[in-house]
Structures are given as C-alpha cells and as structure tokens.
C-alpha cells in the first residue's frame, strides 16, 4: 500500500496548494479531498490488483490527479473572476448566452486571470508529475513485492466508498468529472421549468383590461420596498431587546410607524414572498398562476419598476417576478446566498434608482439580511457582540441553550446591526428626495429565525414563533398618519393591528395609490377599512403573546 499512499500524499498536497493560493474554500477542499483518498487509491489501486504495467500505474494515478487540479483551477479562475464562489446556474447562463464575439472579448479582458489559474495548474500538476517519477524510479529498483490480502481488501473497499459516496447528492455534485454535467442538468431543468411557469401564467392570467387599474394619487411619487431576509424583530432594539442592535432606527423612531404584530405566513423565503407578492395567500396558494402581482399591477398603473437585490438572479419563481422589472441590478454573483458580499454594496444602485428622472417609481430592494451564515453578513466592524458576557448570554445559559446557539446569537445579533445601518440609510435617502414629490417606504421581512429563543437550535424554524415573528416598519412623507385614515386612529391603534404577510400586496397596492379589482382596502393595514383576519402558522392559530402579558 505504500506507492498508494505516496501519490495520495501528492495529490492531497496539491489540493492544500490550491487552497493555499485562495482558489478553493476549506469546504471544497474538504469534498475534494474525501473524494481524492478514496478515489485514486482505489482506482490506481486495481492496476496493482489486476497486476499491470507500471506506466498503467503511473498513468491512472496522474489521470485522477490531472482531474482534481484542474477542477480546482477552473473553480480558482472563476472564484477571481466573480470574487466569491460562483453561482453555477450564472456561469452555465452566460456560456450558453453568449457569442464568438463576446468569448473572444471575455478571454481578452480576463487573460491574466486565466493565465494565474493555468500556471497554478501546470506548476503544481508538474511537481507531481516529477514526484510520481521519481517514486517509480525508486520503486522500480525494488523486486515489487506482491500485494497482500488486507491491501487487497483495502483497496476493493476504498473503491466502494468512492462509489458510495456518490449516493450523497452533495458528494457526488463535488466529483470533478460529473461536477458541471451535473450542474448543467440542474440549470436545463430549472430553464425549463421557468418556461413552463411562464407558459402557464401566460395561458391563465386575465387580461389586462380586466385588472381595472386606476391610479389615483399625486403626479410624482416613488414607493420603496425594502425585503428583509431572516430577521426576528425580538432581536431588535427597536422592538425592546435588550441589546442595542438597531440605534439607527431607534434614532428614526419617531419618524416610523413600527408594527408590533406581524407575522409571516411561511418560515421560508420562496414560498414566504410568493405570498408577499402576488395574490397568492395561505388560503388559495396557487392564486398567484392567475392573477397579476404586484409588479405588473405598478407597471399598468404607470410605474417605472426597479428590482435591486443582493440575492441570487434566476431564482426559480421569484426570477420570473424579478425580471418583470423594467430595471433590473443583481450584485450577489455568489455561490446560493454568496459569500461575504454584504449588503450595504447594494447602496450606489439604489441612490441611482432614486435619482432616475420616472415621475412615478416602485424601488424593490431584497437584502440578504441576517440569512444564515450570520458571520458572512456583516463586515468585520459591526462584529460588535463576539464573545460577550451580558444578560442576554446569562438568560441563554439559565435556560440550558449550548455554546455554540450562544455563539450564533452573538453573530446574528450582529448581522442585525449591519442591517439596521444598511435599512436606516435606505429610509434616509428616501426621505431626503425631492419634497416636490411624495414618497414611501415600507420595510419587512420574509421570515425570522429562531436563534434560542424556544429551543437549543438555531436557523428556520417551521414549529417556532420565533421563525414568524417579523419586523414590519412604514415611513411616509406625510408621516405615520396615512391619507383617509381618520384622527382618531392614532399611531399606538395602527401599530398595534395585527397581520400575517400573505395580505400584503394589499397594503403595497394602497401604497402605490393603485386601484384595482385584486385590491382589498380590509386587507390593507394602512387603511381606514382594514379589518383583522384569523393568523396561522404551521397550520395553527397563532395568536401573539405579548411581552409581560
């Protein structure tokens, strides 16, 4: 087993080489390796099994290795080129989107680039090549002993776990030669599946003559939504947490109509904004295949439209909404929710958005907010609650929750002040638009996350409040009060309503001053006629238990 274990040891040390270099993540080593220490024994291993020529030994133990570098250079070049690890369904998209033309512009603009990642490949692949020559020098000098029982028997298992480990989607996804294949298969099949979406809201939804839109509010006006991602307003100051996570909104308080009893209608974000969205609820889910969203509603009405957003372009459903936008700007290139691209980058495409001549403008802003991983959500500055020992780390410990739920408590916590700078310069820059032109802001979440709050876990939570409880915040120029709501609701009475997020396109459309046949006022938690429905979560009347109650 010896030669085995020498060429394992090269191709592990290249592997470490690249992740030296910064052209692998620790992760993708990790696959990388567990895949190389069962796959190149075993394979390389039956030449010694079935007694071959040493060039055949030779060849397949540089084969398996050729395979694993050069997976990691490609994956280096395109980890330079997008600054992250990239989305796969984004690079497939743009190879089969694309030209002689634009490829030859692409190759000429990124040679360097290119060039990096193919020296990284050709030295470190050239280091083994001599390594593995001279092995066989050595060993060639030797009477090669024959392989024993229990290296036979070695090498038969490591073969089988190669295969094996191919049962694991995610392992198998990590093979360097089913790796884009793979990848391929799954961007063909959400292409088609989008097509087939847009097939059927195409065949279903009304005409547009049948909406009956009307608009009937001032001649300049700009509405901004900004989404939260997995934000639990009982981590907010703003909400009376006992850590000062969000002082930015607390200072805007006054300025703010803060809702205290919202919840979300689903614990997670696809299926939580289709209800946010469309017309789509928790009780007729499939509305949204044939009735009009909030998008198209704005733009018949005379809207010019904006999706800027730090979530993944092409998200299944919710690209389908999110290129109905006249403009639209994706920032995060990453790989599923990025890596480290937070979202105050998203700041230069909103200023630009706010500053476009349309005298009317829907500015929809997604955010990555506290998605998990937390740490890879704030800059390193607003690590502001690493390692602290206060009352909410003391309650935590009281209640049995273990280091590391308190350790993720402190970094979520922190990833709820990043977005409270990121969410406060969003209504800042509102306010200070033009006073010539009315404007809104309406800021939510998708979902929370329970972070200890109920139980010793951490992440969505389908069982758990605290994986509804959101944030909903509404600031106006007119300010808290809202045109047609009488004087004697006052702002603690409106706070106080209760609602679930799978309405809300109700409250967006009285927003945007749009009247229409999908409009329903009693939906509208901004309206003089709204009137409370019965909530649910996971299937179960939720009703909030207020703090002290």
Not at 143 to 149: C, E, I, K
Not at 166 to 182: C, D, G, I, S, V
Not at 197 to 218: E, I, K, S
Not at 263 to 292: C, F, G, H, I, Y
């Amino acid at each position: 087993m010896k030669p085995l274990l020498h060429r394992l040891y090269l191709g592990l040390g290249g592997l470490a080489a690249f992740w030296a270099l910064g052209m692998i993540s620790a992760n993708e080593y990790g696959k990388s390796a567990a895949l190389m220490a069962t796959a190149l024994p075993g394979l390389a291993g039956l030449c010694l099994l079935l007694r071959a020529r040493p060039v055949w030994f030779s060849a397949t133990t540089l084969s398996v290795i050729a395979v694993f570098f050069f997976d990691a250079a490609t994956k280096g070049f395109l980890r330079d080129y997008f600054g992250m690890r990239p989305n796969h369904l984004l690079v497939l998209h743009a190879v089969f989107n694309t030209n002689p033309s634009e490829t030859n512009e692409f190759f000429r603009h990124n040679w360097r680039d290119v060039f990096e990642a193919s020296a990284a490949f050709v030295v470190l692949m050239g280091a083994v090549v001599f390594g593995e020559r001279r092995l066989a020098r050595e060993e060639a000098r030797q009477s090669p002993a024959p392989m024993q029982r229990t290296g036979k028997s070695t090498v038969v298992a490591l073969l089988a776990v190669f295969l094996a480990l191919h049962f694991n989607p995610t392992m198998a996804k990590e093979n360097p030669l089913l790796y884009w294949p793979m990848r391929y298969l799954d961007y063909k099949g959400q292409a088609d599946h989008a097509a087939q979406l847009q097939r059927d809201l195409d065949r279903n939804m009304a005409q547009r003559a049948d909406w009956r839109v009307q608009y009937h509010g001032p001649d300049k006006n700009t509405v901004v939504w900004v989404i939260g991602e997995s934000l639990n307003r009982n981590n907010m100051s703003l909400y009376g947490y006992a850590r000062n996570t969000t002082p930015m909104l607390d200072s805007l308080r006054g300025d703010l109509t803060v809702f205290r009893d919202v919840v979300s209608s689903e614990p997670a974000t696809m299926s939580s904004l289709m209800k946010m969205l469309t017309p789509a609820s928790l009780d007729d889910p499939e509305a949204w295949t044939r009735q009009p969203d909030v998008v198209m509603l704005a733009r018949e009405a005379g809207y010019r439209t904006y999706w800027i957003s730090n979530q993944v372009p092409n998200d299944g459903w919710l690209g389908l909404v999110a290129k109905r936008a006249d403009e639209q700007v994706f920032i995060n290139k990453g790989y599923g929710r990025g890596e480290n691209n937070v979202d105050g980058n998203l700041l230069p495409a909103f200023d630009a958005a706010l500053a476009s001549e349309a005298p009317k403008k829907l500015i929809i802003v997604h955010l990555l907010g506290a998605h998990p991983t937390y740490d890879m959500r704030y800059p390193e500055e607003f690590a502001r609650f690493d390692n602290t020992d206060d009352a909410v780390m003391a309650t935590l410990a009281a209640q049995g929750r273990s280091t590391w739920v308190r350790h993720l408590r402190n970094e979520y916590d922190n990833a709820i002040a990043y977005n409270d700078f990121v969410v406060s310069n969003l209504i800042r820059k509102t306010m200070a638009t033009g006073a010539q032109s009315d404007a809104s802001l309406l800021f939510s979440s998708d979902h929370a996350q329970e972070v200890g709050h109920t139980r010793n876990h951490a992440g969505q939570s389908v069982a758990d409040a605290s994986g509804y409880e959101i944030p909903m915040v509404v600031w106006s120029r007119d300010g808290a009060q809202q045109p047609g709501v009488p004087t004697q609701l006052t702002q603690a009475v409106l706070e106080a309503r209760p609602y679930q997020t799978d309405r809300l396109e109700h409250t967006l459309l009285g927003m945007l001053d749009i009247d229409t046949r999908y409009y329903s006022a009693s939906d509208d938690l901004l309206s003089p006629a709204f009137t409370p429905r019965e909530r649910r979560i996971n299937g179960q009347a939720y009703t909030w238990l207020q703090p002290n109650s």
